[in-house]
């Protein structure tokens, strides 16, 4: 059993998540609450889901269930792209920012961590108990460690963030992202090239 902080807790039963059916809160969120903390200030909570049924019924419960501040919770629509929509639900002065994913819709909560390029970041939690997706997980979280087995993408706007946190880099990731970064340097800033002055 685990103690998520009572303020976070409540946001937790309302998106009521489940490691088998879904859905899922993972990241940045659990990251914090295996620590015992409470969320920073924007209450940030990334939700993933099994299905694009599951999504919509997600966020048709949440319109539905709290449409305006007459109950004790209240609904804000924020913003929707390809990736995601993120609302707000707002209580007693405090607000939680929810982003609903729909890039990854997935069978099992093993998927969306296969996704992850970050080791700390594997971690769920169904509200009751937490699973990670790398034996490394908890111990990256509480010695603020980053490591990349696979670079993806987004991976140096992600380390950014992570660094900012107060995160250290492995010296394997660190070699990793070098050599992609001197890649893409010396890719972008080739002095073969003949560039004309526009």
């Known amino acids: ?4 902080p009572q303020l976070d807790k409540q946001i937790v039963d309302i998106i009521n998540p489940d490691f088998e059916r879904g859905p899922w809160i993972c990241g940045g969120a659990c990251m914090s609450w295996i620590q015992g903390e409470e969320l920073p200030i ?4 990334d939700v993933y889901f099994k299905s694009a049924t599951q999504w919509q019924l997600f966020v048709t419960q949440m319109k539905k269930i709290y449409p305006d501040t007459n109950g004790r919770f209240s609904y ?4 929707e792209t390809d990736n995601s929509l993120t609302f707000w639900l707002k209580a007693g002065g405090h607000q939680w920012t929810i982003q609903a ?4 819709y997935s069978e099992t909560i093993e998927e969306i961590f296969s996704k992850f390029d970050i080791t700390a970041c594997k971690i769920a939690t169904d509200g009751k108990t937490f699973k ?11 010695n603020k460690i980053i490591d ?13 963030k992570y660094l900012a946190k107060g995160y250290t880099l492995t010296e394997e990731t660190y070699d990793k992202l070098s050599a992609s970064t ?17």
Not at 42 to 45: A, E, K
Not at 132 to 142: A, D, K, L, M, Y
């Open 1 to 4: 059993m685990i103690d998520i």
């Open 42 to 45: 924007y209450r940030d909570i």
């Open 76 to 79: 804000t629509h924020v913003v």
């Open 101 to 104: 994913i729909k890039l990854y």
């Open 132 to 142: 990670v997706g790398s034996p490394e997980t908890v111990n990256h979280i509480f």
């Open 148 to 160: 990349i087995p696979e670079l993806k993408l987004n991976s140096v706007a992600r380390v950014i």
């Open 182 to 198: 001197t890649t893409v340097w010396d890719f972008k800033y080739d002095t073969s090239i003949e560039y004309s002055e526009q």
